[in-house]
């Protein structure tokens, strides 16, 4: 079911219609716990077992995810129901870190990185099925314009608020109550997306997803071998990642043990990335309106 813009009156706004609603809170709620054990896994870790290699396997197993399932899951939703995805998505997320209750010593840290690395996993098709149900619950006109920058402001907000939320809930209520919060937070995404009255469809079944996935990254590689262009552009985004990856792997170590600051000074600090967020997306949307694509880069 897709919705005709002429139908509900070309309405501009995307919060005039009440499913969109019910999605984005949805996903400020999802993010809101991803984001609340993005401080409080590792510094867990970190209090259980000290060295920084531990705690360095936690952000991994946070982000491989993103690399292994991101360029894929979104082949695959496009063949599923989308509002199912997204309920299973904050049920099996909720799950996974329910599972962080029983991690109270170091021998259990292999079910930690397992309960982890499977939200994260999970995650990897929340934001494909969300993006692609908004034409059917907004339509295809200027709504859509504003549900789209809607989601780029709650991602931006939950950036800012969720590490430093984070780290006040391990300061004070410590790591089990940060996971009981987070799991609850998922529990309420899936029944805002329950409530959905719009339903949207993909088209054909998984054995058909497995085939086109094969086939649109082998023509993905063809495309990028191909041109300088996007292998200058996959090099310099590999570097970037793995600097940043190696900088947030020892953050918590650093803080913790040369700073000697807390939970809560290294939420604040997680904060700043959120600050970033929103001052730098409207500002390279300008310069990128201005300098050309290889000035922006640099």
Known sequence: ??????????????????????????????SVGNWLLVLAVPYYVFALTGPPLATGAAFIAEVLPALVLGPIAGVFVDRWERH???IAVD????GCVLALVFVQDRDLLWLLYLAVFLENAAGQFYRPARQAILPAIVGRGRALVSANSMNSLGDGVVRFVGGSLGGVLYAFI???GVVLVDAATYAVSAALIVALRVRSRGGGGTQRSVRAVTAELA?????LWS??????????????LLANGAVTALLVPFVSARLH???????????????????GAPVSSRLANRLTPRTTVV
């Open 1 to 30: 079911m897709v919705v005709d813009e002429a139908e509900t009156g070309g309405r501009a706004s995307a919060f005039a219609y009440r499913d969109f609603r019910l999605v984005w809170s949805g996903q400020v709620l999802s």
């Open 84 to 86: 199912r995805v997204m």
């Open 91 to 94: 049920v099996v997320r909720a």
């Open 174 to 176: 410590g790591f089990t």
């Open 219 to 223: 023509e993905g590689v063809r495309q």
């Open 227 to 240: 041109r300088p262009t996007l292998r200058g552009l996959l090099g310099v985004s590999s570097a970037f």
């Open 261 to 279: 600051g807390d939970a809560r000074e290294l939420g604040l600090l997680l904060s700043a990335l959120g600050v970033g967020y929103l001052v």
